[in-house]
């Protein structure tokens, strides 16, 4: 440890640390481009430099090692002045390009040349010109003008990614960002280089040009693209996800995700196949129903069959909530062929962050309750019972079990299929009654992902059951001061209702005196209830998530 | 109670002043001597009114080689008070990259203020010299590109009251 003085405050801190990671730790924000907390010191863009007493010159912040009794002002005249000028030969040959670029609102050059500059140019010239538009991968485009060659982006995937596909060529103010001969920038996690560029360099080609980002909402969510439950942020408008961010969290995804999470995980819920009421199918054909008409229906086909008759699939896909009902309400009615299907690809995983179980909850929805007792109820058997004949009825939540191989051809045999569906897939094909169920985009819970963290996802998308405003979801400045009117507040606001509140409708129309008025509500009796969960709560989990406590014994049979 | 207010009297009228025929007489003589002179009002609807360039009527799209100027850029929807703009940008093959697929302003939200032709950094939303604006029902009052473009040789006048008053 040494002792230090930042800006006449001192502070004690390890020795290996550099000054901006010293001030940083102690809450000093010194401007950077280049650096990055977890990639190598490059020490380019000198927008970091700082005034150490008895040293001859300005040192960068972010090359230098913090010494016993080191004296460092990162505000004096000196410094002041050495900011502005870097700044201004940064912007020598930076086009004007803020009103069409993506990056604008967010961007590191905008702020600091509005914090930290005079905001003047002496250059008289024409800036050197440099090719646009240019798709460096099938995610990422690039505007070479724009780029200050802080090389955070290469650096990322040389080190990060361990897959060294951009480089820059020419020297001077010539120096072009590109891609090697040959190559494509096309790795699973190009598009973390559009959140790491500084500047609108990078730039996101699905999220190109469809919003501002100050018109937008952010909301803090949960990829639920694989078992790692990536940290991520949700950015709406008009009530429909435009994209996906990386959200800080050193235990689970550091400032990452790939692009498989930040594409696919949210394009279904605005997609034309939602099931936007709950059905019944009459004649053949499902019809749009009222949710009573349709929870009615769902309890009485239940009560008609033996409870042997019955089995019920539970959902990696869905969070503990649900699944923690649907085990209840089983146990309720005595029914004990309960399990669900596991998504499982070996190839998914990685050394980075991608893991093979290819669902954000299969440890939540195992540890909740969702297994069969013996191997007889597992849902290899209920599959084999369905064909036989001994399984009459089957109750699905939140799974298109119909598009594994093997099961669909089974389907038809079954005498009544209930299922919570969020959009039309293959299962509901098969179906009888389908209950329109919320996206994770639309509801309250927890997912517990691959090492047992238990994290919490909140609604970004409003539907009848939760109101922006009243349910104090996340608001942008158009949802704030927008008239019922407007046409920006007309976003589609669909009749879906969460799993766990679907199955709660069930229960009580079948006898079960249960008092659930919210999500937090349920997750409190598993907290009572469950060892694992024992102690944790919404607070407890807060932002960053919060561990289960798991045996050895659980901890093998995770998956 | 310790803050009541001053009682204010009535002033006290002169005998003169209370007989009010002197004032009436003087107050008709002012009314007379405006009859006879020269008269003021305009005939509006009949008669139009030209505002100079300095007035500011509706906001418009300033349309140049059968394109709008605007690249979408969201500034002016952002810096208005009323919370009358609403763009959609996407991307065009021109050299400007970005342009709006839907450009709408809420004439009922409209304040008439100016500060969306201010902010622009294209020059590309000005404000016309139009204020007649009769609406039916409120969707109409939505006006959106096919309303809003109008050639820029149109609006000269106060493209180059902008320039001068830069
Ligand atoms: S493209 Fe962006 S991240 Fe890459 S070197 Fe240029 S400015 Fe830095
Ligand atoms: S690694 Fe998994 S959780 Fe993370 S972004 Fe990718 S799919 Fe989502
Ligand atoms: S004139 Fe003012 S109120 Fe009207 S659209 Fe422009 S900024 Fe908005
Ligand atoms: S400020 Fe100008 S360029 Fe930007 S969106 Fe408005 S009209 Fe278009």
Not at chain 1, 28 to 50: A, D, E, K, Q, Y
Not at chain 1, 170 to 199: A, W
Not at chain 1, 414 to 420: K, N, Q, S
Request: glycine share 4%; charged share 25%; net charge positive.
């Amino acid at each position: 440890m040494v002792k230090i003085t930042i800006d006449e405050k001192v502070f004690e801190v390890e020795n290996n640390l550099t000054i901006i990671q010293a001030a940083r730790q102690n809450g000093i924000h010194i401007p950077h481009f280049c650096w990055h907390p977890t990639l190598s010191v490059s020490g380019n863009c000198r927008v970091c430099l700082v005034e150490v007493e008895k040293m001859p010159k300005l040192v960068i912040a972010c090359a230098t090692q913090v010494a016993e009794g080191m004296v460092v002002k990162t505000n004096s005249e000196k410094v002041v002045k050495a900011r502005n000028a870097v700044l201004e030969f940064i912007l020598i040959n930076h086009p004007l390009d803020c009103p069409i670029c993506d990056e604008a609102g967010e961007c590191k050059l905008q702020d600091y040349a509005y914090k930290y500059s005079v905001g003047e140019s002496r250059f008289d010239f024409d800036k050197v010109r440099k090719p646009k538009r240019v798709e460096l991968g099938p995610n990422v485009m690039l505007d070479t003008e724009r780029c200050i060659m802080c090389s955070r982006c290469i650096r990322f995937c040389d080190e990060i990614v361990k897959k060294p596909q951009l480089v820059f060529t020419q020297r001077g103010d010539h120096v072009e960002l590109t891609t090697f001969p040959g190559e494509k920038l096309d790795n699973n996690y190009s598009m973390n280089v559009i959140d790491l560029c500084p500047v609108g360099a990078l730039t996101s080609k699905d999220f190109r040009f469809k919003s501002r980002v100050w018109d937008m909402s952010s909301t803090d969510s949960i990829c639920v693209g694989c078992s790692r439950g990536c940290n991520t942020k949700m950015w709406v408008r008009n009530n429909e996800i435009l994209r996906l961010t990386p959200r800080y969290n050193s235990s689970v995804n550091q400032y990452w995700m790939c692009d498989h999470g930040r594409l696919n995980t949210f394009k279904h819920i605005n997609s034309p196949n939602r099931i936007n009421a709950p059905m019944i199918r009459k004649e053949g054909r499902l019809i749009d129903v009222g949710w009573d008409e349709a929870i009615a229906k769902a309890a009485s086909e239940l009560k008609s069959y033996k409870k042997s008759e019955i089995a019920a699939l539970g959902s990696a896909h869905a969070t503990n909530e649900d699944n923690y009902l649907m085990a209840k309400l089983m146990n309720f009615i005595g029914v004990k062929r309960i399990d669900f299907l596991p998504h499982l690809d070996e190839n998914n995983k990685d050394n980075i962050l991608l893991q093979e179980d290819k669902s954000p909850n299969s440890f939540g929805a195992k540890t909740v309750g969702v297994k069969p007792e013996t191997i007889e109820y597992s849902y290899q058997h209920i599959i084999e019972d369905i064909k036989n004949g001994k399984v009459k009825a089957l109750y699905v939540i939140d799974d298109d079990i119909a598009s594994n191989p093997g099961i669909a051809h089974v389907l038809p045999k079954l005498e009544f299929l209930l299922i919570h569906a969020s959009n039309e897939n293959e299962t509901v094909k098969y179906a009888d009654v389908v209950l329109a169920s919320s996206t994770y985009a639309e509801k309250h819970g927890t997912f517990t992902n691959f090492s047992g963290r238990v994290q919490r996802n909140k609604p970004a998308i409003s539907t009848l059951e939760h109101d922006r405003v009243l349910d104090n979801m996340s608001l942008s400045r158009l949802d704030r001061f927008g008239a019922h009117n407007d046409r920006w507040t007309r976003g589609i606001k669909r009749d879906t209702r969460a799993t766990w509140r679907i199955i709660n409708s069930i229960a009580a129309i079948l006898g079960a005196k249960w008092k659930y008025n919210n999500c937090e509500d349920v997750f409190n009796e598993i907290a009572a209830s469950v060892t694992a969960f024992n102690g944790l709560s919404y607070s407890k989990i807060g932002n960053s998530g919060a561990l289960i406590s798991v045996t050895k014994e659980q901890a093998k049979v995770r998956l | 109670m310790e803050n009541q207010k001053p009682i204010i009297h009535r002033k006290d009228l002169h005998w003169w002043e209370l007989f009010y025929i002197p004032q009436i007489i003087n107050g008709m003589r002012i009314t007379l001597s405006q009859v006879f002179r020269p008269k003021f009002t305009r005939q509006y609807p009949e008669e139009k009114w030209n505002p100079p360039s300095s007035f500011r009527g509706r906001p418009v799209l300033v349309e140049q080689n059968g394109v709008e100027r605007c690249v979408a850029c969201g500034l002016c929807s952002r810096v208005c008070p009323a919370l009358a703009i609403d763009v959609q940008a996407s991307e065009t093959e021109l050299l400007k990259e970005r342009y709006p697929v839907r450009f709408e302003i809420n004439m009922l939200r409209c304040i008439f203020c100016g500060f969306c032709e201010e902010v622009c950094p294209e020059e590309a939303i000005v404000m016309s010299k139009e204020f007649e604006l009769v609406f039916r029902h409120q969707e109409d009052a939505i006006f959106g590109k096919d309303k809003l473009l109008i050639p820029a040789d149109k609006l000269k006048d106060r493209l180059e009251f902008l320039r001068k008053n830069r």
